[in-house]
C-alpha cells in the first residue's frame, strides 16, 4: 500500500437504515470543515455526534460547536494525561500526545503550574460544564500507559474533581481509562459515580463489562471492537447488557478494519456497528435502534 493510500480517507460505507449517533469524536483534529464533516456522517445515518474536549482550549471549542450545531453535543474535561502536565510540566514522560486512542489537541508540554494552575483549569472546566449544550464532563479518568508514577497524583486529583463536577452540574461523566481498570472502578466507588457514567472506548473484559454492567455504567465500543487481536473486547461486548452499550469512533484515531491505519471521522461508524450488530447477533437495525435510543438516554439529549 502506498503512502498516499494510506493517508487517504476511507470510502464511504453503507449507510445505516436507523440513524445512530458517533458517541466520542474529536472534530477538532480531523481533516476537513465540521460542516464537511458532519454532512459526510449524515450521509450514511450518522446524525448525531458528541463533540469531546481534552484541555481548557479543546473544552472551549467543544462547547462552541456545539451551541452552534443542533446535532453536535459537547463533552467538556481535562484529558488525564493533561492533569500532570498543569501540575509539573511533563512528568513520567508525557511529552507527547496520547497517540491512538489518546485524544488530546497537542498543545505539547508546557511548564508546570502547580496546584493553583490546575485548579483554575477546573474552575473554567465546571464553568463550561454548566451550559445547556455541555452534556458530559469528560474525557477524564486514568492513563497508567502514558503518565509515569510522578503524574499519577495529580492524575487521580483531576479525575475526582471531574466526578464532583459532573455530579454538582447533572451531567454525564465521560472516561477515558487506559491500563487502568482497578484504580478507575476504585475512584468511581470512592467518590460515587454520577448518575449517568460512559466508559469510552471501552477496553476491558467481559470479567469487567459484568462488573461496569453492575454498576449501571454505559459501556462505548470503538473501532478496536473490529480488530483481529480483539477477541478479549468482543467477549466482553457480548455479555454487556444491550440497553448499556453505545458506538462511538475516538476519531481521528482507532479506525476500524479493514481500514485500521487510516484516518478515522465519524462518517466510518457504520462498520463498528455493523461488527456490533455481528458479535451480539443482533439484526443490523435492531443494533442501531439500541444504540441511538442508549447514547440520547446516556447523554440527556
Known amino acids: 500500500m502506498s503512502t498516499a493510500s494510506k493517508d487517504a480517507p476511507p470510502p464511504l460505507p453503507e449507510p445505516l437504515r436507523v440513524a445512530v449517533a458517533d458517541s466520542h469524536t474529536h472534530l477538532d483534529m480531523q481533516s476537513g470543515t465540521v460542516e464537511e464533516g458532519l454532512a459526510k456522517a449524515a450521509s450514511v445515518g450518522v446524525t448525531t455526534v458528541v463533540q469531546v ?7 472551549r471549542w467543544a462547547a ?38 489518546g485524544g488530546w ?3 505539547g508540554a508546557r511548564t508546570g503550574g502547580g496546584e493553583t494552575a490546575l485548579d483554575d483549569a477546573l474552575a473554567e472546566i465546571e464553568a463550561l460544564a454548566a451550559l445547556g449544550h455541555v452534556k458530559a464532563v469528560g474525557e477524564t479518568g486514568l492513563d497508567h500507559f502514558r503518565t509515569g508514577p510522578e503524574g499519577m497524583a495529580a492524575q487521580e ?7 464532583e463536577i459532573a ?36 477496553s476491558g473484559d467481559a470479567e469487567m463489562a459484568r462488573e461496569c454492567a453492575a454498576a449501571g455504567y454505559y459501556m462505548s465500543f470503538a473501532g478496536t471492537v473490529t ?3 480483539a477477541a478479549p473486547l468482543r467477549e466482553a461486548l457480548a455479555v454487556a447488557p ?3 452499550v453505545l458506538v462511538e469512533t475516538d476519531a481521528p484515531y482507532l479506525t476500524p478494519a479493514p481500514y485500521r491505519g487510516r484516518p478515522n471521522a465519524p462518517y466510518l461508524i457504520p462498520l463498528t456497528v455493523r461488527a ?19 447514547t440520547a438516554r446516556a447523554f440527556a439529549y
Do not use: W
Open 53 to 59: 474536549g481534552c484541555d481548557v482550549k479543546g473544552s
Open 64 to 101: 462552541e460547536t456545539a451551541a452552534q450545531y443542533a446535532n453536535v453535543h459537547a463533552a467538556v474535561a481535562l484529558h488525564p494525561n493533561e492533569a500532570p502536565r498543569i501540575v509539573h510540566g511533563d512528568p513520567g514522560g508525557t511529552s507527547q500526545p496520547p497517540g491512538a486512542g
Open 105 to 107: 489537541s497537542r498543545q
Open 157 to 163: 486529583r483531576s479525575f475526582r474533581a471531574h466526578i
Open 167 to 202: 455530579k454538582r452540574q447533572g451531567k454525564a461523566l465521560v472516561i477515558h481509562d487506559r491500563d487502568a481498570h482497578a484504580d478507575v472502578l476504585r475512584v468511581l466507588r470512592e467518590e460515587g459515580a454520577p448518575e449517568r457514567t460512559v466508559f469510552h472506548c471501552y
Open 227 to 229: 480488530f483481529k487481536n
Open 242 to 244: 444491550l440497553e448499556l
Open 276 to 294: 456490533m450488530a455481528a458479535v451480539r447477533g443482533l439484526d443490523e437495525d435492531a443494533m442501531a435502534t439500541a444504540l441511538a435510543a442508549n
